[in-house]
């Protein structure tokens, strides 16, 4: 069996990074269903949380000025997006600021497509509706939670709030059992833990500080850990694997071919990329 041969047999999952950013807008429901519809096992997503309460599917806790105007139709100049905090707006008004118009830079295979940022629920609804459809098994969820400590209650609500409007929609369109819990903010994974045992969840991680330490700062073994790419080696994967034999690798964002083919060569469970229509072609499953 070839080395690429013996990727393959793997099968690790394939994660759309906000859906597919490479191809479609980001965290649209244009770009979620294009994913779903390449194959991607896993659609992974950012929420913020509106003025009402709405968990918002976005990156930013902000009208990000790179991708389209504010409520009034003008663009937003790069300096003053922040002052466009979307945890003041209430939904309604978010809903009316376009995204995906034009092709976002850096990404040259993104197709435009004029669209608005959707709320959780919907992407659920409308995932779930298109899986069904095309007949292939259901879909499964990586739902990170933008939050710091020092955004308490300017880009977002404090932890055991935020994770108690993000569980009641998990739970309201019955996708629990197929989502994970993602973030960098270790009070959100602590209290989802205390509140939610069942539902799987992810440290993401990208500095310098060695991963088995950062780890050990949660105070407990997540499920999944979700380092940048460029944390990672053979060795550290294996002494990752060593230290934590339970633990899953879902390393992020894995783009260039050479790239992809060298995390596919740690044995990882599961790789977030921009284009998954790359790495299911190297998987043989486009």
Not at 7 to 29: D, I, K, Q, Y
Not at 48 to 67: G, K, M, R, T, Y
Not at 199 to 210: G, I, K, Q, S
Request: charged residues 20%; positive net charge; hydrophobic residues 45%.
């Amino acid at each position: 069996m070839t080395l690429l041969a013996s990727l393959v047999s793997a099968a690790p999952e394939v994660h759309g990074h906000r859906g597919c950013r490479g191809l479609r807008p980001e965290n649209t429901l244009p770009a979620f269903l294009h994913a779903l519809a390449l194959g991607v096992n896993v659609l992974e997503l950012d929420v913020v949380i509106s003025a009402d309460e709405q968990v918002v599917v976005a990156h930013e806790p902000w009208l990000a000025a790179h991708l389209g105007p504010g409520p009034d139709g003008l663009p937003i100049r790069p300096e003053q997006a922040r002052a466009h905090r979307l945890y003041e707006l209430p939904y309604a008004a978010i809903r009316q600021c376009p995204v995906g118009e034009r092709s976002l830079a850096g990404f040259p295979e993104q197709q435009p497509a004029p669209t608005y940022r959707p709320l959780l629920a919907e992407v659920f609804r409308a995932t779930e509706t298109a899986a069904r459809a095309q007949g292939r098994p259901p879909v499964s969820y990586s739902v990170e939670v933008k939050s710091t400590p020092a955004g308490d209650g300017h880009w977002h609500p404090a932890p055991a709030r935020f994770v108690a409007l993000v569980l009641a929609e998990l739970r309201a369109t019955g996708v629990l059992d197929r989502t994970t819990l993602l973030s960098f903010d270790a009070r959100i994974l602590r209290e989802a833990r205390r509140v939610c045992p069942a539902l799987r969840l992810c440290l993401l991680a990208e500095t310098t500080v060695p991963l088995a330490r950062q780890i050990q700062a949660l105070g407990f073994v997540p499920d999944t850990l979700g380092p940048a790419f460029r944390l990672l080696s053979a060795r550290r994967v294996a002494e990752l694997a060593s230290g934590f034999p339970a633990l899953r690798l879902v390393p992020w964002t894995v783009n260039e071919l050479s790239d992809l083919r060298r995390v596919l060569s740690w044995g990882v469970a599961g790789i977030t990329t921009d284009y998954p229509d790359r790495l299911l072609s190297l998987l043989g499953r486009l």
